[in-house]
């Protein structure tokens, strides 16, 4: 069976030679000749020593310049520049020949495809292309260039067209003389502010002791100011707490120099006065405002202080008396009253406004002797600086400034994009510094002086302000510096790094203010929205 497989292929091959094998067809002749557009592309590139990929990420050898701006593959773009490529025909670089903005080009296109007619491009002498007499017809005008038709006048709509429609009765003469007395009612309110009355209330048993003296009397101790080498401490403990407020405190002041006296001002329309010797009584009270009392400030020498109220307006008292010797208005809210701090001008004060503005009064003339009126927003707080010759404003639209006493010019503008508001501001001992309440959550240090400069490395953090103007201040040695909280903490601060001493937590509500015994070195009293004021020793 093999032989036969075996001869049986043989006899095909055999078969296969015999018959011819068809001839190869020729390409027919073409006139096209055939060209090689491909690009020449230097293959020894990867061998020149000098030669970087364009995947590469780092280089470990020093290539040149011509390597790194040596094109990819295939000839260069005529318009490619590059810094070696392509020589400066100006002074200044190279100027191509054409360049069109993307909205000029719209405006030809588009010009061109509805009136038959466009800028020329090229340097011709004709300056436009496509139809002429399109061109005279529409003006040159472009599909942006103005209203090719004529105007169309609008139809004016009467907007008490729809009144006519409807039977609206009329008023009697009854009702249309009740509508002129609510009106003539209204404008009087608005022009006319009347004060609450003016009354004080002594709680004290002997109004004088037996040599003839007054609670205004400074103790021996006090009388002297603080020693020259007085050195303060952080109070660890209450020993002492007020609470003849109904509402919530809004400030509290000492006495100046000697601190034998502490006065508050409350949301009950009231101010106290008390006393922090013996069994520490509530002194005297002062009623004479017919809304919250939001600021309290003593004079130079302390016989009188400063109100300023919700009501409009601000009024002068006698501390031992408790009378009121002026009452003044601008008819607009006012939210710092700061009495001028020299003996000769304390009857001088100047108020924060809520109109942006900050008014002088003269108290004896009941009268607004100047006006400063350089902020966006609502005034703030305001501190007298430089032995009085200069102050210090605040308001809402997040912005210092530094006046002239009697200038109404802006001495010094200090103004940053990440700056905010600075609710509370208070002045350094020794008068070379101030600190700033800022709003997110942090104490800023300018300098005073000539330049008044923010110490950019001195912040104190630590404390939530955010949304409080939680009064601060510093200890009678100018060590530390001691702030409200929104939590009801005291927070004390080293002057010197900003490094927090302790978290002394006093109130259950907002600890709006706290204020530094100006002669104790430990001493320090705080007031909070629970109506309480304490004493810390």
């Not at 106290?272 to 003593?298: E, M, Q």
Request: proline share 5%; glycine share 6%.
């Amino acid at each position: 069976e093999e032989e036969i497989e075996g001869n049986t292929l043989e006899n095909s091959k055999n078969d296969l030679s015999e018959k011819e094998l068809p001839p190869v067809p020729k390409p027919p002749k073409s006139s096209v000749k055939i060209q090689d557009l491909a690009p020449a592309v230097d293959l020894s590139l990867e061998s020149n020593p000098y030669y970087v990929k364009t995947d590469t990420k780092m280089v470990y050898h020093n290539p040149r310049v011509q390597d790194l701006w040596k094109p990819l593959a295939g000839p260069k773009h005529p318009d490619d520049i590059n810094p070696l490529g392509v020589a400066n025909n100006t002074y200044l670089g190279h100027i191509e020949k054409c360049a069109m903005n993307e909205f000029v080009f719209a405006e030809q296109f588009h010009t061109f495809n509805n009136y038959g007619y466009a800028v020329n491009p090229t340097d011709g002498k004709s300056n436009y292309v496509g139809d002429a007499s399109s061109h005279r017809k529409h003006k040159g005008k472009t599909v942006y260039g103005g209203n090719n038709g004529p105007k169309k006048k609008r139809k004016k709509i009467d907007p008490l067209a729809w009144k006519k429609d409807i039977d609206v009765p009329e008023l009697t003469e009854e009702q249309k003389e009740m509508i002129k007395n609510d009106r003539r009612k209204a404008r009087g309110h608005r022009k006319e502010i009347q004060s609450a009355e003016e009354t004080s209330q002594f709680h004290g048993k002997i109004f004088r002791d037996y040599q003839g003296r007054t609670f205004m009397h400074i103790p021996h101790e006090l009388k002297h100011g603080p020693a020259q080498d007085l050195k303060c401490y952080i109070p660890k403990k209450c020993i002492h707490t007020w609470g003849g407020h109904a509402k919530a405190v809004n400030r509290i002041e000492w006495f100046p120099k000697s601190g034998h006296l502490l006065i508050s001002c409350s949301m009950d329309h009231t101010v106290k006065l008390w006393s922090i010797s013996g069994n520490r009584p509530l002194l005297r009270t002062y009623k004479g405002h017919s809304a919250a009392v939001k600021d309290v400030n003593f004079t130079h020498d302390g016989t009188k202080f400063y109100t300023a109220s919700y009501d409009r307006y601000i009024k002068l008292w006698d501390t031992e008396y408790g009378k009121c010797i002026s009452r003044h208005t601008s008819k607009r809210i006012p939210f710092c009253v700061r009495a001028h701090p020299s003996e000769e001008k304390q009857y001088e004060c100047l108020v924060a406004q809520g109109d942006k503005k900050i008014v002088q009064w003269d108290t004896r003339a009941d009268e607004i002797t100047q006006n400063y009126d350089e902020h966006l927003a609502s005034v703030n707080t305001i501190a007298f600086c430089d032995d009085g010759r200069r102050f210090i404003s605040t308001s809402d639209d997040k912005k210092v400034f530094i006046w002239e006493y009697g200038i109404p010019v802006v001495m010094k503008h200090i103004s940053e994009p990440d700056m905010n508001s600075m609710p509370a501001i208070a002045v350094h001992p020794n008068g070379k510094y101030w600190i700033g309440q800022s709003l997110d959550n942090s104490i800023r240090v300018y300098t005073c002086g000539a330049r008044f400069k923010e110490q950019v490395r001195k912040v104190f953090r630590g404390h939530l302000n955010a949304g409080y103007a939680c009064q601060l201040g510093f200890s009678p040695d100018g060590k530390y510096v001691i702030s409200g909280d929104g939590r009801g903490r005291a927070v004390f601060w080293d002057w010197r790094t900003t490094k927090t001493y302790k978290k002394l937590q006093c109130h259950d509500k907002v600890c709006i203010g706290a204020a530094w015994h100006p002669i104790y070195a430990s001493k320090v009293a705080t007031c909070s929205w629970d109506g309480t004021i304490k004493y810390w020793d």
